[in-house]
Each structure stands twice: as C-alpha cells, then as structure tokens.
C-alpha cells in the first residue's frame, strides 16, 4: 500500500539485472579493470578513463549499452580524450551511490 501512495520521482534507483546476468556483467567490468587509469567522482558524475588499447573502446561501448537497459536511472556516455577512453556516469545522489562500488575496486 505504501508503495502505491509513492510519487514517480520517489522511486527507489534499481538494476534490473537478474544475480546471474549480474555476476557475468561485473566480470565483464572487471576484465577493464587492468587498463583502468583514473577513477573520478565530481557532483552528479563518475568519470573513468582507460587506456585506448585494443578492444576497450568496443567493450565499453558494449557495456554502456547494456547499461543503459538494465540502469537507466543513470546517463551513459564513452569518449575519447586525450587517447584514452572515458566512460562519463551521471545519475542523482542515489544512484552514484549504487554505481560507484563497481569502480572502487
């Protein structure tokens, strides 16, 4: 009954992941990991840069992609900048929070 009497911009930030495609998306991730650079969180934002090696610019627009399904509470966008590539990751509060356990390991 409470969650009826919610308004729409009340709603709790949820993945719609299921723990299997989960764990498999979180190894993907991972894999990026080694060619990871620098990991920044500003107001509003979480801005990865890695290296521009074969490959992670694909990936991360991959990953993006499927982010973007099961995330959308969060703004997904893959950059090249000074020949890295940068994954720039905008949500409110609540939804940084939730995101940025993935890059701070």
């Known amino acids: 009954m409470v969650d009826e009497l919610r308004r729409p911009d009340e709603l709790p930030t949820a993945c719609a992941l299921g723990p299997t495609d989960g764990a498999a998306r979180m190894d993907r991730w991972r894999a990026l990991a080694n060619g990871r650079l620098d990991v920044r969180h500003g107001s509003g934002e979480v801005v990865v840069s ?4 074969r490959g992670v ?7 993006v992609a499927a982010e973007r399904e099961c995330c959308g509470f969060a703004d997904w ?3 090249r900048e000074s020949g890295n590539v940068v994954l720039h990751i ?3 509060a609540q939804g940084l929070a939730a995101i940025v356990g993935v890059f701070a390991q």
């Open 50 to 53: 890695y290296e521009a090696s």
């Open 57 to 63: 610019h694909e990936e991360l627009e991959s990953l």
């Open 77 to 79: 966008q893959v950059t």
């Open 90 to 92: 905008r949500a409110d």
